[in-house]
């Protein structure tokens, strides 16, 4: 029987927001997979495991994220082999995400393609913190209450999207995609949102950015920045 890989959110950043279940994993794992880029740069995500788990343990899949859609079935391809070739082995393996692995995580598209390379492969996940919930924390805003609703978008999904979005839910979360700051900070002056709406970046690590998105206007921020926008009465008092 082949082995089984185990998703681990590991938070957004601040190696303390892992849950027990999920430190669990990682440390009874045989081995923990990481995602690095073309680079071999090390990650967040490998970053935050290397508080938890000895570095012989962790193993670096390369997961770059072409802009190339071909180059990029390619990637996951690859990954994919790598992980079922240390599953065809048996036992646990762990795959180290940002956030949580089901929530916008190369988890998914890794743990996908496994299942076609290796169909007897089993798959769990174990949920982590998101970059939203941290957000809203450190900066004392209450995400919902009541009846109120949420709508989470990438900074791609395009201005008539946001622009529903803000119209119709009292919060809005903008996550992925910094580099399209400036025109969903526009859309959001546009329909009266930006003045209460909050920014965040690199959050939990140094050079960690929390500050009112309004400051951020005109402005990129780095591919995981995240800014939330409510409907003017979520600061807690």
């Known amino acids: 029987m082949s082995g089984i890989l185990i998703g681990v959110g590991v938070g957004p950043g ?14 009874e794992a045989r081995a923990v997979f990481v ?3 073309d680079a071999g740069e090390a990650g967040r995500a490998e970053a935050i495991v290397r508080h938890h788990v000895p570095p012989e343990r962790i193993r670096r ?20 082999r790598e992980a079922a070739g240390a599953l065809e082995r048996g036992g646990a393996y ?18 996908r393609r496994l299942r076609q390379v290796l169909p007897e492969a089993r798959v769990q996940t174990v949920p982590g913190v998101t970059a939203m919930q941290d957000l809203a924390s450190r ?6 209450e009541g009846e109120e ?5 990438p900074f791609t999904a395009g201005r008539e999207r946001l622009r529903e979005a803000l119209e119709g839910f009292e919060s809005v979360i903008c996550y ?14 546009a329909a009266g949102r930006l003045q209460d709406a909050v920014y965040g970046a690199r959050l939990g690590l140094p050079g960690e950015e929390i500050r009112p998105a309004r400051e951020m206007a005109g ?13 003017g009465g979520g600061r807690e008092r």
């Open 149 to 153: 609703r949420l709508a989470l978008l």
């Open 94 to 111: 762990a795959f180290a995400t940002l956030g949580d692995p089901n929530f916008y995580s190369t988890f998914t598209y890794l743990a």
């Open 35 to 37: 995602p690095v880029g």
């Open 219 to 231: 402005r990129e921020g780095p591919y995981l920045s995240t800014v939330i926008f409510t409907s």
């Open 176 to 189: 992925k995609g910094g580099g399209r700051l400036a025109e969903v900070l526009e859309v959001a002056r």
């Open 61 to 80: 899949l390369v997961f770059a994220l072409s802009g190339d859609a071909a180059a990029r079935r390619l990637n996951w391809e690859r990954a994919a």
């Open 14 to 27: 601040d190696p303390e927001l892992i849950t027990l279940k999920g430190l669990r994993a990682l440390r």
């Open 139 to 144: 900066s004392g805003t209450v995400l919902v």
